[in-house]
């Protein structure tokens, strides 16, 4: 499985932006896809999961309300858009396929993930 997500860049405060990430390969038996990001001299955190079979997202408390996740299982592919987004967002965003039934919070959970992509948020 290869995961590729694009639409990183550099936006100011209180802007937007778009990822997406689309994964392709042995895709089956999957629960979903979700968002991790990494910030400079800090551990790998996360940001936000979509399920398949539920169509139901979980977000990281820092950035409900600003962001929101979909997905299309069809096509294997997650968006994250990032609105109102601060200083504290800047990372390396991560996607990643689910294939661990467990909570989509924990990094265990995921198998397959993208090479990431800079978000960065200048004040």
């Known amino acids: 499985v290869q995961l590729q997500a694009s639409g990183g860049g550099l936006v100011q405060a209180g802007g937007s932006l778009r990822l997406s990430c689309a994964a392709s390969?042995?895709?089956?038996?999957?629960?979903?896809m979700g968002w991790f990001r990494q910030a400079p001299g800090k551990e790998r955190e996360f940001v936000a999961a979509?399920?398949?079979?539920?169509?139901?997202?979980s977000y990281a408390d820092s950035v409900k309300g600003r962001f929101t996740i979909s997905g299309d299982n069809a096509k294997n592919a997650v968006y994250l858009q990032m609105n109102s987004l601060k200083p504290v967002d800047t990372a390396v965003y991560y996607c990643?396929?689910?294939?661990?039934?467990?909570?989509?919070?924990?990094?265990?959970?995921?198998?397959?993930w993208g090479p990431g992509t800079q978000v960065t948020v200048s004040s």
């Open positions: 979509i399920s398949w079979s539920s169509a139901g997202t």
């Open positions: 390969g042995r895709t089956f038996s999957t629960y979903g």
């Open positions: 990643a396929v689910r294939t661990n039934p467990i909570a989509a919070m924990f990094e265990r959970a995921y198998s397959y």
